[in-house]
T-cell receptor
Framework: GAVVSQHPSRVICKSGTSVKIECRSL??????MFWYRQFPKKSLMLMAT?????????EQGVEKDKFLINHASLTLSTLTVTSAHPEDSSFYIC????????????FGQGTRLTVV | GESVGLHLPTLSVQEGDNSIINCAYS??????FIWYKQESGKGPQFIID?????DKRQGQRVTVLLNKTVKHLSLQIAATQPGDSAVYFC??????????FGKGTTLSVSS
């Protein structure tokens, strides 16, 4: 199947700093990528839909100024957690689907963010 | 709120048993459903999918059943193995929109 690579897999940062997470589709083009957040022992919660060349669509309750999403190319979307606080600590996962299809979504390996 | 949910948060079985994991969804417009397996610290891994024009689909050791009348989805794992231990999520979507995940069932397989 298609491969989605997410980097870094693990990051620790200090409160007040910003952290960028990259999501790449390695062998296919993805006009749309999705960002999820997952708390321990909980399900994946959709944060936003990232659209190549346009603004991301955020789910209700997700702060767009806190979680900046940029989808500058057909193979790369980035999520920047700005002015991170301990409550932003979580597992962040991106996914992408083959362009123009209603098929399975391919997931990155996730990023474990710890804010200290 | 979540539109897809699982009936049981945990399921414990013996190696070799068959496992059945259930999921209820609420969006009648959903036309595509997927089961994912997630191991600790990793992203979801595709298991099997089914479209709304089907009611059953079989893979290797896994079967997905879809009952649109009661909006119910199930995953059957035959001859469950210790390596099947993980959290299982069902997810629904329509027309290429984002997947919406259910709450998850933790499957524990003892040998």
């Amino acid at each position: 199947g298609a491969v989605v690579s997410q980097h870094p897999s693990r990051v620790i940062c200090k409160s007040g700093t910003s952290v960028k997470i990259e999501c790449r589709s390695l062998d296919f083009q993805a006009t749309t990528m999705f960002w999820y957040r997952q708390f321990p022992k909980k399900s994946l919660m959709l944060m936003a839909t990232s659209n190549e060349g346009s603004k991301a669509t955020y789910e209700q309750g997700v702060e767009k100024d806190k979680f900046l999403i940029n989808h500058a190319s057909l193979t790369l979307s980035t999520l920047t957690v700005t002015s991170a606080h301990p409550e932003d600590s979580s597992f962040y996962i991106c996914s992408a689907r083959l362009q123009g299809s209603n098929t399975e979504a391919f997931f990155g390996q996730g990023t474990r963010l710890t804010v200290v | 709120g979540e539109s897809v949910g699982l009936h049981l948060p945990t399921l414990s079985v013996q190696e070799g048993d068959n496992s059945i994991i259930n999921c209820a969804y609420s969006n009648s417009a959903s036309d595509y459903f997927i089961w994912y397996k997630q191991e600790s610290g990793k992203g979801p891994q595709f298991i099997i999918d089914i479209r709304s024009n089907m009611d059953k689909r079989q893979g290797q050791r896994v079967t997905v059943l879809l009952n649109k009348t009661v909006k119910h989805l199930s995953l059957q794992i035959a001859a469950t193995q210790p390596g099947d231990s993980a959290v299982y999520f069902c997810a629904e979507t329509q027309a290429g929109t984002a997947l919406i995940f259910g709450k998850g069932t933790t499957l524990s397989v003892s040998s």
